[in-house]
Structures are given as C-alpha cells and as structure tokens.
C-alpha cells in the first residue's frame, strides 16, 4: 500500500512538472518562427557638372608689316613741350622728308583713318544688326575719308617703324616682317577697285599673305627738369619722355586686336652753362619706347600662358544668291547664325564650321538652309510669296 501511494505521488509530481514545462516548451516554439529584416539602402547620386574645354586653335607664327609711325599732329610736327611749356625741338633727322614715302605714306594712312575709323563705330552684339546696316550706307562716307588723306596733307612720318620691324624680327620664331613696299602696292591696287573699301582688311591679307598690321603714333613728348647749386657746383637734370601708342591689327578679324602706349625715358645731366642739345635723343627716346614694344608684343603673341593675340585662320568666301517671283537678288538679307553678313548675291566671307542661314526679303517667306562650309561656296535658293 505505501508502495502503491509513493508511485502515485511520484506520479503526480510528475505531472505537475511536466505541466510546468509545457509553458515554455510553446514558447521556445513560438521564438523559433523566422524573421524577416528588411534593410533600406539609400543610394545617393552626386552629379559632377565637367566643363567642356574649348579646343584652341593651333599656334601659327604671324607675318606682319609696320607701317611708317605718325605724330598725334596731322598737319605737320609743330611743337612738342618741355616743362616750362616752351617747345622742343624735333630735329628733320628724326623724320622721313617727301621724298622718302610721300605716295606711299598718303596710300598707308587712307588705310590707317579707315581701321581707326572702323573701330571707333564698333558696337555691342546687341546693335550688331544695325552696325552692318550702317557699313552698307556709309562706303562712301569710308572712301571719301581715304581719298581725303591720299590727295590732303600728308600726316608727317616719323622715324619708328625700322626700329620696331628690327626689334620684331629678332624674335623669328613669332613674327615674319614683311616689306613695307609690297603691302604698299597692294594697298594702292585694292583702293582702285570698284567695290572698295569693302571688306578692304581681309582683301589686303588675301593679297600680301600678311596676318597683322602694327602702326604707331608718337603722342607726347615732354620734359622734367631739376637744377642744383651749392658747393660751388652747379648741374641741371632733364628728364624726357616719349610716349608712343602702337596698335596691331588682325587684318582676317579686320579690327585692333591689341595696342599700348610705350614710354621711352632718357636723363640728362650737365652743367647749367651748356646749352648744347644732344641731337641723337629723340632716336634714344624712342628706341627705348620701341624695345619695350617689341617684348611686350612678344609676351602677347607668342604660344604659351601669356598669349593674348592669335592669327586668325583665312575664312571661306560664301555667296548666296536667291530668286522668286519678281525678286531681285540684291533685295534680300543673309544671315549667318542670326547676324546680318551681306545682301543676296553677295560674297561674304565665313571661318570654317557649320552655320544656319537665313535668307530674307519683304513679302517673301523666309528660308533657311544649313551649311557647312569647309571651301568657297555658291548656293542658290528660290523664295516663296508670302
């Protein structure tokens, strides 16, 4: 019987513990169910703006002519003044007489008022329209200002352009010095054609093989004078100063692509007494001014980080020329990339690339056409009555 009664209390404090650990056995089961974790990645993009580089076009050396320099005075060299506002004297030395470049003087400065006068019209890209407009109605304005320095007083020529063509020349590597005489001729030979001066710098490059033209003007000259006396010494210091203006032309661009004004200094020392005047420092003066010329156009134009002045490629001569009902060719205009270049029928000139032209006229549709100019072209088009 107390067999009986251990089994039965072994039994039920079995039970009991099994009881207890049936809990946990269905919670041990719910923890084993799979997890799923969902991972967010945000993925972000950085977008790198590269600037593209604009290919430069390739370095060539230029070949210039510098044209015989002038004075600020176009009537004749009357007086330049010292410090005392007493005028100094510019010995005939230190000028070219009429018998040296008369003709060829007259023909260079027609060009050289017409370049000045050019650039003193340019305009903001804004106006550009009415610039070109302006240029069809003034030619004869621009021959008259030629005619009128060819047949007037010849502006004075004074002693430079040997000096500077000589100071050019010894950088070789960047600039051709053409012969003044050859430019000269040919300038004579376009003048007397019917159309000009039409596009008269680009024709002179076409003609000589030149890509620049460099022309001076000596516009000031002035002295500083200082004297001492004391210990029985008596000295005067005088400093003189040239001051000369030089200007390069791109005769392709057919503007002023660079000037500066050059300062040649010389300091004299003597006693008050003399009164002698040392005939060689106008040269003096303007030898220093022309050196500092040279190198700085050399900086400018040579290949490298300094390079400000390039030459600029030979454009292509493009004619358009349009037909319709009851039109004449010469009525309507031709635009080049939105830019008026020329009248129908007319020979305009286009740097090599792609271009979209438009021709129009009054009471006729416009029309475009693309081009893509790699030679001299001649395109005819016909439009059509509104």
Not at 91 to 113: C, E, K, S, W
């Amino acid at each position: 019987m107390k067999r009986q009664m251990i089994t039965l209390m072994t039994a039920l404090v079995l039970s009991a513990a099994a009881a207890q650990l049936m809990p946990a056995a269905e919670t041990a089961t719910e923890t084993e169910k799979e997890t799923t974790t969902t991972t967010t990645t945000t993925v972000i993009t950085e977008t790198v703006k590269t600037k593209e580089k604009t290919k430069k076009p390739e370095w060539k050396p230029f070949k210039v002519c510098v044209l015989d320099f002038t004075t600020i005075d176009e009537k004749g060299i009357k007086r330049f003044l010292d410090g005392k506002n007493e005028p100094i004297l510019v010995l005939p030395q230190n000028t070219l007489n009429d018998a040296d470049h008369r003709t060829m003087n007259a023909i260079m400065q027609g060009y050289v008022r017409m370049i000045d006068a050019r650039d003193n019209t340019r305009t903001n890209e804004a106006n550009r329209d009415a610039q070109v407009d302006d240029n069809y109605f003034t030619r004869a304005k621009a021959l008259d200002l030629y005619n009128t320095v060819v047949k007037g007083v010849p502006r004075p020529t004074v002693i430079g352009a040997d000096y500077l063509s000589a100071y050019l020349g010894s950088h070789s590597d960047v600039f051709g010095c053409m012969d003044i005489s050859q430019v000269a001729a040919a300038m004579d030979k376009l003048q007397k054609q019917p159309d000009f001066p039409r596009d008269f710098m680009l024709r002179l490059a076409k003609e000589t093989g030149a890509t620049h033209l460099i022309y001076g003007t000596v516009s000031d000259l002035h002295t500083k004078t200082n004297s001492f006396s004391g210990y029985g010494i008596q000295t005067r210091s005088t400093t003189f100063q040239l001051d000369v203006i030089v200007k390069m032309v791109d005769l392709v661009a057919q503007h002023t692509v660079y000037s500066n004004v050059y300062t040649g200094s010389y300091r004299e020392q003597r006693p008050v007494s003399t009164e002698q005047f040392d005939n060689d420092i106008f040269q003096s003066l303007m030898k220093s001014a022309l050196e500092q010329a040279a190198e700085d156009f050399y900086d400018v134009c040579r290949e490298g980080r300094k390079n400000k002045v390039t030459v600029t490629p030979m454009p292509f001569m493009v004619t358009i020329t349009p037909s319709g009902e009851s039109l004449k060719a010469s009525d309507a205009a031709i635009y080049a990339d939105g830019v008026r270049v020329a009248s129908g029928g007319e020979a305009f000139p286009l740097p090599e690339g792609a271009y979209k032209i438009e021709v129009k006229a009054d009471g006729y549709k416009p029309h475009t056409i693309n081009l893509d100019v790699k030679s001299d072209l001649t395109v005819t088009t016909t439009l059509e009555k509104n």
